[in-house]
C-alpha cells in the first residue's frame, strides 16, 4: 500500500470510528459472545501496522501483546460500536484468527438512513467493528481491513435478509452512496472507495479474501520500540 492509499484508508475509516475515550469505555464494560462450534465460520487476516504519519512499520515487536477486539455495531455501517464484543483475538505470527456466527439476527437491527432506499425496509444489518490495544497504549488504537489490491478500507457486515440499499447516507461531514444488492442473508465483505473530496461509494467486495489484511495504526513512539 502506498502512501496516498493509506491516506484514504486513514480517512475514510476515522469517519466512523468513535472517539478514543468512548471507544474505551465500551470496551471496558462489553459483554463477549459465547459462540456454537457448528454455527461458526473461520478466518485468518495478516496484519500490517501503519504510523498515523502514514509510515509503515518495520515490525520489531512482532506480535508482542498485540490484541484485535472486534465489537458489534447494529442498525449501520457506519455508527458507534456497542458494548458486545463478538470475540479478541491475539496476533500469532503476524496473524489474528476470528470467528464469525453464521446466525445472529437476533443482534441485528433495522438499517438506518433518512435517504436510503431499503427494500425490504424491515431488512436488519450488523457489522463487525475493529480496534485494536498492546503494551504501548492507555487506550484502544484503530485499525480497520483493508483490499491490499487498491487500500480501500472493507467492513464485513451481516444481513438477515436478501435486500437492496441504494442512496446517500450523509454522516460526520462525508457521503456515503451505497450500491447494495444483498441476494441472501449472510455476511458480506463490502468495499468503501473514495469517490471525490468527501464523497464515498460502499458496494459489495468482489475479490478474494486472500487480498484482505488489517491495518494497525500506531503512534510513533511505539513505532520507535
Not at 456466527?101 to 463487525?128: H, N, T, Y
Not at 497504549?137 to 437492496?164: C, E, K, M, Q, W
Request: with cysteine; hydrophobic share 40%; charged share 15%.
Amino acid at each position: 500500500m502506498n502512501r496516498a492509499q493509506v491516506n484514504v484508508y486513514l480517512k475514510t475509516i476515522m469517519a466512523f470510528m468513535m472517539t478514543a475515550g468512548a471507544i474505551l469505555l465500551a470496551a471496558c464494560s462489553h459483554t463477549q459472545l459465547t459462540l456454537e462450534p457448528r454455527a461458526i465460520t473461520q478466518y485468518q487476516i495478516p496484519y500490517q501496522r501503519f504510523t498515523y504519519g502514514l509510515q509503515p512499520v518495520d515490525d520489531g515487536l512482532f506480535d508482542e501483546g498485540l490484541i484485535i477486539i472486534f465489537p458489534l455495531i447494529s442498525g449501520s455501517i457506519f455508527a458507534a460500536p456497542s458494548p458486545l464484543i463478538l470475540q479478541i483475538s491475539p496476533a500469532e505470527q503476524g496473524v489474528f484468527t476470528f470467528d464469525i456466527p453464521q446466525d445472529v439476527d437476533a443482534l441485528a437491527s433495522e438499517i438506518q438512513g433518512f435517504d436510503l432506499l431499503i427494500e425490504p425496509k424491515e431488512a436488519r444489518i450488523l457489522r463487525l467493528g475493529t480496534f485494536y490495544s498492546d503494551g504501548y497504549r492507555s487506550s484502544l488504537g484503530d485499525a480497520g481491513f483493508i483490499n491490499g489490491n487498491n487500500g480501500n478500507t472493507l467492513v464485513l457486515t451481516y444481513f438477515s435478509t436478501a435486500v437492496s440499499i441504494t442512496g446517500p447516507l450523509h454522516q460526520y461531514g462525508e457521503t456515503f452512496e451505497h450500491q447494495l444488492t444483498i441476494k441472501q442473508k449472510g455476511w458480506y465483505w463490502l468495499e468503501i472507495s473514495q469517490q471525490g473530496a468527501h464523497h464515498y461509494l460502499v458496494k459489495p467486495y468482489a475479490g478474494s479474501t486472500s487480498q484482505i489484511y488489517l491495518a494497525v495504526l500506531v503512534d510513533e513512539m511505539a513505532a520507535a520500540y
